[in-house]
């Protein structure tokens, strides 16, 4: 048995329309893996497969070797595999602290009901100020979240999916949306998620791919087409006709 996640020979077919083909990989803990790849490329179900919101047609996912396929999303959730920004809902009048004491709440499955009580819980607490720490929101704790600005939010998003103590962390384009003044935030935020934790991100911002991945996974018409080191990646010729070809096209 190998730690981390085990993608082995992955089809997905939408009626005669097959749109992830054979696709092998593996993420480990630590890794910091992005996955790019042409508008229709097929991420987003590949990211739906990981997580159990899409069945594959054929093919094996296994999280330290067991087999997630029978689970559904909310058990691979509880199994370890986490997505933002999916699976994240901001209550956006609540605070920034209140957001994150439901977060972790709802990991340890005392619910809403326990939300009056729950800042008497020294545990709690202090979990959800270490979060505010790790992401540097402490000076906005108790702010509506509503008041702060959109990359801020996104941050809070991403905090809030940390407290549920992935092991595979699923980033699906955390720089959509954010100003570029503002995106030094998420480069930031991914720099210091936790070192052992294994982090896929899915994202079309190039600069942000560069600055944060280790490897590349390139993606075309459903199947892997390279994996490389970003380096490597960037002198690639048939992805540089992939994304010059895109750009004049
Ligand atoms: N539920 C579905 N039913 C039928 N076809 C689908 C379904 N979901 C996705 N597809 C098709 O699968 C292909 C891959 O789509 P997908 O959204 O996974 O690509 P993507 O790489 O994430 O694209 P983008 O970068 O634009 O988000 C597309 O041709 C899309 O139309």
New binding site residues.
């Given amino acids: 048995m190998s730690a981390g996640l085990e993608v082995r020979g992955l089809n997905k077919a ?1 009626g005669g ?1 097959t ?1 992830s083909k054979n696709i092998t990989l593996d993420l480990r803990p630590g890794d910091r893996k992005a996955l790019i ?1 042409p ?7 590949f990211a739906n497969l990981i997580t159990g919101i899409d069945r594959p047609t054929s093919g094996e996912i296994r999280l330290d070797g067991r087999d997630l396929r029978p689970l559904s999303a909310a058990r691979r959730v509880r199994a370890g595999v986490a997505k933002t920004f999916q699976i994240t809902t901001l209550f956006k009048r609540l605070t920034v602290r209140e957001n994150l004491r439901l977060a972790v709440l709802e990991r340890e499955r005392r619910g809403l009901r326990m939300f009056a009580r729950a800042d008497g819980d020294p545990a709690v607490e202090h979990e959800v100020a270490a979060l505010l720490d790790q992401f540097g929101l402490l000076r906005h704790a108790d702010a509506p979240v509503e008041s702060l600005a959109y990359g801020q939010q996104r941050l809070i998003e991403l905090a809030l999916t940390l407290a549920l103590r992935p092991r595979i962390l699923i980033l699906d384009e955390p720089a959509a949306g954010v100003p570029s003044s503002e995106s030094h935030l998420i480069v930031e935020a991914i720099e210091r998620l936790p070192s052992d934790l294994a982090v896929l991100i899915i994202e079309h911002d190039m600069k942000l791919v560069f600055q944060v991945a280790r490897s590349i996974i390139v993606l075309v018409a459903g199947a892997i087409l390279t994996e490389g080191t970003p380096s490597q990646i960037a002198a690639d010729p048939r992805v540089r006709e992939l994304y010059l070809g895109a750009a004049h096209g």
């Fill in positions: 939408f329309l749109v790849g508008n229709g490329a097929g991420k987003t179900t």
